[in-house]
């Protein structure tokens, strides 16, 4: 079936704009992890949303970033007025519950100018 | 504070010969353990797993390694493959917790055909 998909692939934005990435699970999986990989870093953990419990935020850098799942599927990670250091490549994950294999998603690669 | 260390930015080794890919741990709670292989432009793909209460768990050509007691784990890959040639990296996670990973920095495999 469909893997994690993930829009748009790349993004290119000038400093102090908002930006909106998409996410896209895998049909049918009730947990969804944002990450971001910075220039020869690991990945880091954002944000995790599982059913219908409150999302742990507790890796959000800061609070110019927030994430929405609607409808327990589609997730939006958005990022206002961003600044140079979030160029980053921003990976989303599924799993089929809490504790299942993550799966991830291509990434969306944001250059802020 | 970097919990999940891979001190080897970069492995070469010869087409047909073992790949050992390391990694330490400091956070004594963690107690799962993954590795995820990421080709260029794609997100990381699962490759094995172990959970604390092994030492060694196997599949096909990878073996992964754990050694609670000096907190380091191990991937082993034999015999090598150029189709291995990919960035490793190793994740480790607390389990019943809200499963997020936390990655080392990567390990960039190169097999020589």
């Known amino acids: 079936g469909a893997g994690v998909s993930q829009s748009p692939s790349n993004k290119v934005t000038e400093k102090g704009k908002d930006v909106e990435l998409r996410c896209d699970p895998i049909?049918?999986?009730?947990?969804l992890y944002w990450y971001r990989q910075s220039l020869g870093q690991g990945l880091e953990f954002l944000i995790y949303f599982q059913g219908n419990s409150a999302p742990d935020k507790s890796g959000l850098p800061s609070d110019r970033f927030s994430a929405e799942r609607t409808g327990g599927s589609v997730s939006t990670l958005t990022i206002q007025r961003t600044q140079q250091e979030d160029s980053a490549v921003y990976l989303c994950?599924?799993?089929?519950?809490?504790?299942?294999?993550?799966?991830f998603g291509p990434g969306t690669r944001l250059t802020v100018l | 504070d970097q919990q999940v260390k891979q001190n080897s930015p970069s492995l070469s080794v010869q087409e047909g010969r073992i790949s050992i890919l390391n990694c330490d741990y400091t956070n004594s709670m963690f107690d799962y353990f993954l590795w995820y292989k990421k080709y260029p432009a794609e997100g990381p793909t699962f490759l094995i797993s172990i959970s604390s209460i092994k030492d060694k768990n196997e599949d096909g050509r990878f073996t992964v390694f754990l050694n609670k007691s000096a907190k380091h784990l191990s991937l082993h890959i034999v015999p090598s493959q150029p189709g291995d040639s990919a960035v490793y990296f190793c994740a480790a996670t607390v389990q019943g917790g809200s499963e997020k990973l936390v990655f080392g920095k990567g390990t960039k495999l190169t097999v020589n055909p």
């Open positions: 994950a599924s799993s089929l519950a809490g504790r299942d294999t993550q799966y």
């Open positions: 049909s049918g999986h009730t947990a």
